[in-house]
């Protein structure tokens, strides 16, 4: 202590103008050194001016007490003025620097003040201290600069102190160089200042000096550091921003985006002042705020996340699938959330497409096989497995050529060149092998399989089973080639493409011909049988298949030729296939049978009539003889003859039918009179039966009442022939709209339904075993549909079989 007052009292001696530094360690020794410096100027009889803070100030005040000085009088007599530094400073500063003018008038008035009397003046101030302390370094520096500045008009003694820890660092280097050369005298800090002999003093600047060394080069090596730390930020700056994830930065504690790259902002919609700030579940990454603090929760316990697949909302309300990575890291102290975000929607939908593809290709029917450019194969799906008996772990892996017939094996070399030249194998039939030896035919289509580069590196090839569709056709070839029908191919538009012999001797044309394209259905048709035939393509349009039709088709020479024609359409094409029957020869046969049955029926009728004739008269004459027993015979004969005229008269209506030569009167007539004639009549005749009628019209047709009458006298015979163990026949009339609807319903042994329709046709009967017994023609009801028709009627049955029938005929009303 006596060192330091001694070395400070020694100093001032000259009564010039003085500015030095004391730099100090510790708050102990800046009292110790300032309070010898104003110590000493209180007992010189200097007048002390003290600008310092207020503890400071207090201390000082307190060690100068202690050192036996009357701080108190001195402050009366005006020798000690004590003000507060920053209270001084506040005085002069003006927008963060020392106004010049100011600090002249402020301070260089307070020295004028104190020097009065020619008295040295010491001051002590703290001033800059302060400005260095806030930082205000730039302050600092300028205020010292105006001290020097008042020093050359005032006379004082000014020591400033600064605490040695405030220029700790390599940044304050240069300032405290000026600051040190502000400043006449520079006293080191108390480590120094406080060793006594030269030879101390001398070690401890060596000691110093190599201190600084090694500062120096500890220094540049954490510039090196620094330097690279610099660069590694800045690599990581330009990944993240180059980055193809989205990245986030988010503070731990708040759970809000500090950062984000230009990706994530692109990816989201967002800009990055939209999304810092925010919190994940607000920009559509978690479902709520719930989801979003759990997630937190969750990284803080292990650091980190990951999840596969995260839908994402887009600020225009876009969905994406993004995988998403979050870490909980230290940096510098600091824990930062790095979350980064993968848009893999693309991918997924890649993935999905390629799952639905690998779908299709499992659950084909065709087998698909993959192999590389060595015929390896690569893949093979359920349907190769149960075509060629291999299970995939049995084949995957071994060559294709296991497949191929051994007479066939060159075909893989064939194959291969194809593909590798980029063709296409499409729908090449050939022969494999299967893994139980049997043969298989095959239609394969074999295309290259290219990589993204679009190099070829294999092929697939998709193969179907047409073993059975191949027996098919050599069987159809057969019947084709057997020439026993004639078959042709034709398309929807009546072209015939193929034909067999059979068909062609039908038309009388020649395969040339056939080839060219000159046979067309309709040139190859009668006019009148064109309808028919564009409702066979209609039917084969919905149904597949026409039905089999009697129709007539034009030879080559002009001559009709009358055919049964089936055409079906060949599956998945616009073409038919027919089937056609020269029907010539039948359709002269029953040409020839009409004929004859109109002859017959001709010649039978002639004496059929004087035979009857004949009959009257016998019985006329029995009848006056009153033989009753010859009269009985003559009854029973006459039934018979009536029988025959019956029959004969079918005959010949029906050749009339045939030939258009059936004549029809034309007359009003009521229904009901000639419904309840006919019911009589028929009761007359029989006595098994009771035939009730029922409803009654009171309306009238327009039409053959004796034709009419013919077809309700069937209808009532029919229902009394067939109904052998019934006793009643109903007969209903009725109208329905404009028609009247005229009903004969038994309770006989009915129809069943596969006769119904064909019970109309000439010459049917129903064929059953127990049907026999009952005589007729199979003419009856065929000859009444087409008095019906004629009369713009319909007539149709309703029956079970064993359950009685009623046939119904309607005839329009006038
Ligand atoms: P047929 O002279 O043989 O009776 P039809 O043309 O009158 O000829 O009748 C044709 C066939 O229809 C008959 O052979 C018979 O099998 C059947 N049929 C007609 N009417 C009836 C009916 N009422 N009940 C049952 N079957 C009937």
């Not at 010491?122 to 105006?146: D, S, T």
């Not at 605490?163 to 006449?184: A, D, L, N, R």
Request: with cysteine; proline share 2%; glycine share 8%.
């Amino acid at each position: 202590m006596a060192t330091t007052s001694k070395k400070f009292h020694t100093s001032f001696q000259t009564g010039q103008s003085e500015h030095f530094v004391q730099f100090c360690e510790t708050d102990a020794f800046l009292i110790d050194s300032v309070s010898a410096f104003i110590g000493a100027g209180l007992r010189a009889g200097d007048v002390v001016i003290v600008l310092a803070t207020k503890p400071h100030t207090e201390s000082l005040e307190e060690r100068l007490k202690g050192d036996g000085l009357e701080v108190a009088a001195a402050r009366v007599r005006g020798q000690y003025v004590s003000m507060d530094a920053a209270a001084t400073l506040s005085k002069f500063m003006v927008d963060g620097s020392p106004e010049p003018g100011r600090f002249a008038e402020v301070v260089g008035s307070m020295i004028a003040l104190a020097a009065q009397g020619q008295r040295h003046v010491r001051i002590f101030g703290e001033m800059v201290a302060l400005l260095w302390a806030e930082g205000n370094r730039a302050a600092a520096v300028r205020l010292e600069e105006l001290w020097n500045d008042l020093g050359k008009t005032h006379s004082f003694s000014l020591c400033c102190a600064y605490p040695m820890q405030g220029f700790g660092g390599e940044v304050y280097k240069e300032e405290f160089t000026e600051i040190c050369q502000q400043h006449s005298r520079v006293i080191p800090a108390e480590s120094y200042t406080l060793l006594s002999s030269a030879d101390e003093r001398l070690r401890a600047i060596t000691l110093l000096q190599q201190k600084a060394n090694s500062l120096e080069a500890e220094i540049a090596e954490r510039k090196g550091a620094e330097e690279q730390l610099r660069v590694s930020e800045n690599r990581y700056r330009r990944l993240f921003e180059a980055s193809k994830d989205g990245i986030l930065m988010v503070d731990p504690r708040t759970g809000t985006i500090t950062d984000a790259n230009p990706f994530m902002t692109e990816l989201l919609g967002y800009t990055r002042e939209q999304l810092l700030g925010q919190e994940l579940w607000r920009i559509g990454l978690f479902r709520d705020r719930e989801a979003n603090l759990e997630a937190l929760r969750e990284l803080r316990e292990k650091y980190v996340l990951r999840y596969e697949t995260v839908p994402l909302h887009t600020k225009d309300g876009q969905r994406r699938q993004v995988e998403f990575v979050s870490t909980l890291d230290q940096a510098n102290g600091h824990s930062v959330i790095q979350c980064n975000l993968r848009d893999i929607t693309e991918r997924k939908r890649a993935e999905e497409a390629l799952l639905h593809l690998a779908a299709i290709v499992e659950s084909s029917d065709d087998a698909i096989l993959g192999k590389n450019l060595e015929g390896i194969i690569t893949s093979w799906n359920a349907a190769a497995e149960r075509m060629y008996g291999y299970s995939a772990e049995e084949i995957v892996g071994q060559p294709v050529t296991l497949l191929f017939a051994p007479d066939r094996q060159d075909e893989f070399t064939q194959i291969m060149a194809r593909i590798r030249r980029g063709e296409r194998v499409d729908h090449y039939e050939t022969v494999r092998v299967r893994k139980d030896g049997t043969r298989l035919t095959v239609s394969v289509t074999i295309s290259p399989i290219k990589d993204s580069s679009g190099t070829i590196i294999g092929a697939s090839a998709i193969a179907r089973d047409i073993t059975e569709r191949k027996q098919l056709e050599a069987k159809f070839r057969r019947l084709f080639d057997s020439n026993l029908i004639g078959v042709f191919v034709a398309d929807f538009a009546g072209t015939f493409l193929d034909a067999n012999d059979a068909f062609l001797g039908v038309l009388g044309y020649t395969r040339a011909e056939l080839l060219a394209g000159t046979m067309q259905r309709d040139a190859l048709t009668p006019p009148e049988f064109h309808s028919l035939s564009q409702n066979a393509v209609k039917a084969l349009q919905e149904t597949g298949a026409s039905g089999a039709y009697e129709t007539e088709y034009l030879h080559k020479s002009g001559r009709r030729i009358p055919v049964l024609v089936a055409v079906t359409r060949i599956e998945q094409t616009e073409t038919c296939m027919g089937f056609v029957l020269d029907i010539s020869g039948r359709k002269e046969l029953e040409k020839r049978k009409d004929e004859f049955i109109s002859m017959a029926s001709h010649e039978l009728k002639t004496p059929l009539t004087s035979f009857k004739g004949f009959l009257g008269l016998l019985q006329r004459r029995l009848t006056t003889q009153g033989d009753e027993q010859a009269l009985h015979y003559v009854a029973r004969m006459d039934a018979q003859v009536n029988r025959l005229t019956k029959l004969v008269n079918e005959l010949l209506d029906l050749s009339k039918m045939q030939t258009g030569q059936l004549d029809y009167r034309e007359e009003r007539f009521e229904v009901d009179a000639l419904v309840q004639e006919i019911v009589e009549n028929v009761q007359g005749t029989t006595q098994t039966h009771r035939l009730l009628l029922e409803g009654q019209i009171g309306a009238e047709v327009c039409g053959d009442r004796d034709r009419i009458g013919q077809v309700l006298i069937n209808l009532l015979n029919n229902a009394i022939k067939y109904s052998p163990w019934a006793d009643t026949v109903l007969v209903r009339v009725a109208k329905d709209q404009n028609k009247a609807l005229v009903c004969v319903q038994d309770f006989g042994i009915g129809i069943a339904k596969e006769h119904q329709h064909k019970i109309f046709e000439r010459f049917y009967q129903v064929t059953d075993p127990e049907e026999k017994t009952y005589p007729g023609l199979g003419i009856g009801l065929y000859i009444s549909y087409q008095i019906v028709k004629r009369h713009g009627g319909r007539m149709w049955v309703e029956s079970k079989k064993g359950e009685g029938a009623a046939f119904q005929f309607t005839l329009p009303l006038v």
